[in-house]
């Protein structure tokens, strides 16, 4: 994958502005996933959020019935909270609803630099929100829900349980977090460890971070970096999963640590020989499909109670 991508000679996403980076994400991404798996059902919905529409897509495994009350997981995009959407996570989606045998709702969350910090996570917490209260008509379990995203995504996801514990909602049964950014200092060793030479640079990580935040400062509010939230006790039971290779492995490992210190129940791995976004490359890097399955099989569990 690595010699696929330097023979592309890419241009960097921060030499491309936001929008071109978000057109040649989106053909990449497409380039490299595999064949979207069949499921039962695909609608294009719309929540209200705090500054208008938010997109999401719902999906129900292959072999659902209509009425047939499914658990659910909200999922978030990866993308440096910068680039990608729907499209560019749809076969992850495809493949979790099947796999975990559940419902996955995909939350298109407003982008930067156009939508600072913390906007990203305002359309979260009200798509996630949005789905429990439409559990009825979205043939959902409410009693079933859990969060889960990558990279920005899983940032997002790990936020989302934090807050919904500290507003008293009901309890997510669990957090999927698949190589989150945890901490927007971005300073842990693996950050300098692989900052060149395996897809995301540093250069590109400080690109996204500088597009997200507001002010460097915001790093420190643990809505941004929820690696510094006082408390991690009494969240969901959480699977995170990240990559030998990444930039964001040890502020990934790191937070699974903090979650068992707290006393969640944590499962971590780390896929040794992988890079950051391989999830989404499951048409050239087979390892993609292992670990959506180890994901789904967490889920299952947990689902079950």
């Known amino acids: 994958m690595l010699e696929r991508a330097a023979r ?3 241009p960097p996403y ?3 502005g936001a929008e071109a980076a978000r057109a040649l994400y989106r053909e990449t991404r ?3 996933a595999s064949a979207p798996p069949e499921v039962e059902r695909v609608e294009d919905l719309q929540t209200d ?3 208008g529409a938010i997109p999401v897509r719902h999906y129900r495994a292959l072999g659902a019935a209509p009425e047939e009350r499914l658990p659910a997981l909200v999922y978030f995009h990866g993308g440096g909270w910068t680039i990608g959407d729907l499209d ?4 992850v ?5 099947n796999l975990a045998r559940c419902a996955v709702v995909s939350v298109d969350y407003r982008l930067a630099p156009e939508h600072r910090f913390p906007a990203a996570v305002e359309d979260a917490l009200a798509a996630t929100r949005w789905v429990a209260r439409m559990a009825g008509p979205l043939a959902i379990d409410a009693t079933r829900l859990a969060v889960g995203g990558d990279s920005a995504g899983g940032n997002l996801a790990a936020v989302v349980a934090i807050a919904l514990r500290d507003a008293g909602d ?3 049964a669990a957090q999927v977090l698949i190589y989150p950014a945890t901490d927007l200092a971005a300073d842990a060793p693996s950050h300098f460890e692989f900052a060149e030479g395996y897809l995301l640079t ?3 990580v400080m690109w996204f971070t500088g597009n997200y935040l507001r002010d460097p400062a915001d790093a420190a509010d643990w809505r941004a970096s929820p690696l510094r939230a006082r408390d991690l006790s009494r969240l969901p039971p959480a699977y995170v999963v990240t990559a030998g290779f990444d930039p964001l492995r040890d502020e990934g490992r790191a937070y699974a640590d903090r979650l068992s210190a707290a006393g969640v129940p944590a499962t971590y791995e780390c896929f040794e020989g992988m890079i950051h976004g391989f999830v989404t490359m499951g048409g050239v890097i087979a390892a993609a499909h292992h670990a959506l399955y180890r994901v789904a099989t967490g889920l299952r569990q947990a689902f079950r109670g």
């Open 8 to 10: 592309a000679n890419l």
């Open 14 to 16: 921060a030499a491309l």
């Open 30 to 32: 497409a380039k490299l």
């Open 49 to 51: 959020g705090a500054a």
């Open 88 to 91: 560019t996570h749809d076969v």
């Open 93 to 97: 989606c495809r493949e979790l609803a």
């Open 170 to 172: 009901p309890p997510l």
């Open 202 to 204: 540093r250069e590109a």
